[in-house]
């Protein structure tokens, strides 16, 4: 059997990774392995392409994957994966139920013969583990399990004896859940070494909010809160909350001119890295022009910027720029200018949180013009804590 490929820190359990983009940071490095999660979430939240992505990463790390599937068919996983542009090969499909499993004559009497207690179901799945040593295990989902076992006990028992079986071997388990359950399975949290939780919200204008919360995490530091994440053709992808004391850097804090000289004097040299400036006014006042006009001190310096339209159209601002002698597609063609026009609809504000940190972080812009804060905060309704 091949270990699993983990990332060892010393001191620290090693971790193996999730496969989803912004996950492993939002739990400060990955799973740890061999354990057993549980990853809730209503219907259509993304908890089989969490599952896919999951297995896909270790597929490619060479290690074994089994995806126990109870609600589709392997057809049908094939299929949706196949949307995203993902093949299933290197992952083991089982089937659990066919048509044998739904027959009603296969239902057990009330009085259960001890071997018969664990269920059919239970068993078939300890079987293929035992025969294919799987060390990644999906199952999807808990709620059929709970429709197959009949009665609340026998589920519960289902549940631990699963858990007793994978504990005793080097498999690190998600078991999917779409919380169907009328009383919310608080057991099923206990038993789980770890919890992850997928919401969606439907809002009245724009496209649904997808959030993603760990409950909880036996031994791990991870970042709590509600994380956006965006479920798209390629899979799902987090949007870590942004927590600012977590990325300090240092810089020189010596004021740059604005470009203006009489502002540089009201400034008392102009603008100091590693500051905010918040330009207020009623419309029409100079906000933008302002705005711009420090932009292009920076970028004629050599710098790098980032402007993140959110009012007006980029044709819009590139013409007034340019009426008012302040030509930015020198900038946008050598690449030093970024100019992203954000659609508030589509955007929440975990994405853009990341979307300006990208840009800070990786494409090393000094100056990043949000246009306008107010935009920014009316695009994302409901969120007075931003
Ligand atoms: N190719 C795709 N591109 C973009 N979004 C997709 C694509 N395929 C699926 N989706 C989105 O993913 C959602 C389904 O995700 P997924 O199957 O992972 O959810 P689930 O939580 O497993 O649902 P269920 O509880 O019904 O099994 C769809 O509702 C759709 O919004
Ligand atoms: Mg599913």
Not at 103 to 115: A, G, K, M, N
Not at 138 to 155: I, K
Not at 243 to 248: K, V
Not at 301 to 324: C, I, N, P, Q, S
Request: aromatic content about 6%.
């Amino acid at each position: 059997m091949t270990e699993p490929v983990t990332r060892r820190t010393p001191g620290k359990e090693p971790r193996i990774s999730t496969g989803v983009p912004g996950l492993d940071d939002v739990l400060c490095g990955g799973l740890t392995p061999s354990r057993l999660y549980l990853l809730e979430g209503t219907p259509g939240t993304g908890k089989t392409t969490i599952a896919l992505q999951f297995l896909r990463e270790g597929a490619a790390r060479d290690e074994r994957a089994l995806y126990v599937t109870l609600s589709e068919t392997s057809d049908e996983l094939r299929a949706a994966a196949a949307t995203h542009g993902w093949s299933l090969d290197g992952i083991d499909l089982y089937e659990l139920v066919d048509e044998m499993g739904l027959d009603p004559d296969s239902e057990q009497s009330i009085l259960h013969p001890s071997e018969l207690e664990l269920g059919e179901t239970v068993k078939d799945v300890i079987a293929r583990v035992g025969e294919t040593k799987p060390d990644r295990v999906v199952f999807d989902s808990l709620s059929e399990l709970r429709l197959l076992a009949q009665n609340p006990l026998r589920y519960r028992r289902q549940i631990l004896a699963l858990k007793r079986f994978f504990a005793k071997r080097a498999c690190t388990v998600l078991l999917l859940d779409d919380k169907t359950s009328e009383t919310g399975d608080v057991q099923l949290h206990s038993i789980a070494h770890g919890v992850i939780s997928l919401d969606q919200m439907a809002r009245e204008y724009g496209s649904e909010r997808r959030r993603l919360r760990i409950v909880k995490m036996r031994g791990i530091k991870f970042s709590g809160g509600h994380h956006d994440f965006a479920l798209e053709t390629g899979g799902i992808r987090v949007f870590p909350r942004l927590i600012a004391s977590e990325h300090h850097a240092a810089f020189d804090p010596v004021a740059k001119s604005t470009g203006s000289a009489e502002l540089d004097l009201l400034l008392g040299g102009g603008l100091v890295p590693g500051t905010n400036m918040l330009l207020l006014g009623p419309s029409g006042v100079g906000k933008t022009t302002t705005a711009v006009r420090c932009m292009k001190a920076a970028l004629e310096r050599g710098e790098t910027a980032t402007y993140y339209l959110f009012d007006e159209g980029l044709a819009t601002l590139m013409t007034r720029a340019a009426t008012l002698g302040m030509d930015l597609r020198p900038h946008v063609e050598s690449g030093r200018l970024t100019i992203t026009q954000i659609d508030p609809a589509e955007v929440s504000p975990g994405e853009f949180a990341t979307m300006a940190r990208e840009a800070v972080e990786k494409r090393g812009s000094s100056v990043v013009v949000i246009d306008s804060l107010n935009a920014y905060l009316h695009a994302m309704p409901g969120e007075e804590f931003l």
